[in-house]
């Protein structure tokens, strides 16, 4: 009998809450990792393109290329190709901790081209008024470019994070856990429409709480 | 001071700056003028080594700018401030954090700034304005921000990049007296590039046309407009449209030669020659050194010998020429960069300075039928 088998709404929450943990843990370790790498990735690339403080073509254009492959990449295939790498890293395929590496791969080179998009909205002039005022170029990228892009950035880490709890989802189905695995193991495969439910309204929820939170913030930061 | 040598600047094959000279002396503000294209943001960012020069010096008390490693080069240009056009604020910064800027460059420490912040903040009237941010701010006050920011580290050149582009020109009128009182107080050598010769007029000492990437003509503000009807003097002192001549040997030119001409010239030319003169058109106004300079169309009522009215008007201190038809077109080329309100700028400053002439002239012509 197919459709007998829906867990009851009073035990979806103790399937559930594990779920959005694990989920949670997964979005927040690989957030870490990639505003680390990404940040710093997405200043040198705009800083060594033409407009940038440090115009160097050859850099520019190979971490350009490189960011573009991490970005060319279905997230499903990238998990499979990087299956080698992740088991060299990790020591296993499988779980939480290999979920994360894929996720990283493609989170970063997203991130990087988020933060080169709001670092290059800064008119010239502004940097210009930093190096003609006698600053380095580490002090140009810190009280100009960080400060001035940050609204553009922070809404950049919403996108970010909502792309990343979409890849959690996807990861979860090859067995990482988190309301991606809970949706397809119980929800799809065993037709539990309580749990599938369940799943979507938190996913759902949870997008919706990131966006408007993200662009809260987003407006305080504007003056 | 600043003494800018040489300078040439090329991108590849198309060259920019060609052998640009010109020096600015401490407590004076030396303008330079030219149409868009003319080179005038290039040797700007020249001056103040956002680009490196391809030849030449730049000479800013005493210590050459263009050789210093770029280690040197960043506690040197320390020495030049330099305001930007439309102020170039940080959006995200308080105006008092603009201002500290260069000091937090320096890391001069937060108390020090503080005091210094404040100091500057006061100087250009915009205290009370500290914690504001730059979207909260008019275009003249964030322009008076950016002068303050400009002079945090105490240059000694000041350089001033169209500081007064999209302003109105009542704002305009209260940033150029601000940059004459800095300039006056603080002994800053200015280099001021705009477009807007109502701008040099009203407060450079000194002006340089460029063209082309060459200073091409140069001189204090005061003897250019007075002693020569060279383009840069008719862009400085544009004469503005009379009506077509209807005989147009009765129509002269006339300028200025000398500060201390006396307003009455009018009625008493008109009583030595014993003709009405109207006045068509002019544009006289109060410069820099408090001395008169002004252009004005006249016509000559009566038929006279060319030599007695140039000598009437010589006399006077007025260099007077017989004009064809092309009064209208004198001086226009240069000032075409500049913007639409320019022209009743200049309408309304000659007509507080001298709001009689018209009048004068109509009672005048009364007054010489009468006796005849």
Redesign the interface.
Known sequence: MILATATPWSGVSSLLLPALGQTAAMVGIVMAIVVALGLPLGLLIFNTSPRGLTPHPTVHASISWIANLGRSLPFLVLMATVIPFTQLVVNTTIGIKAAIIPMSLAGIPFFARLVENAVREI?R??L?????????VL?VIR??QL??A??GIVAGLSLNVIAMIEYSAIAGAIGAGGLGYLAVNYGYEQFDSHIMISCIVVLVLIVQIVQFGGDRIVRS??? | MIEVTALTKRYGSLTVLDGVDFAVQAGEIAAVVGPSGAGKSTLA?CI???EKPTSGSILVDGKDLTRLSRREL??A??A?G?V???A?L????TAAENVA??L???NISHAERLGRVRELLDRVGMLHRANH????LSGGQQQRIGLA?GL??KPSVLLADEPTSGLDPQTTASILKLLAELRDELRVAVVLITHEMDVVRSVADSVARLHEGKIIERGPVAEVVRSSDSELARALLPLPPAPAPRNEHEIWQLRYERPDVNPAWLTSIGRELDTDISVLAGLIETIDDGGAAGRVTVRIERPLAAAAVRAAFASRGIHATQAGGDATQMGDSLTQAGNGTERSDHAQAADALEPTAPEAAASRAALVRSAA
Not at chain 2, 133 to 136: E, G, H, R, T, W
């Open positions: 008119p002039t502004r210009d008024v930093g190096i003609a005022s006698g600053a380095s002090q009280t100009v400060t001035e940050l609204p930061l504007t003056h | 960012r103040n080594l956002l960043r506690s240009r320390r030049i330099t930007f056009q439309s170039s940080l959006q995200r910064m800027l260069p937090r460059f320096l941010y730059p979207s909260q920011r945090a580290l």
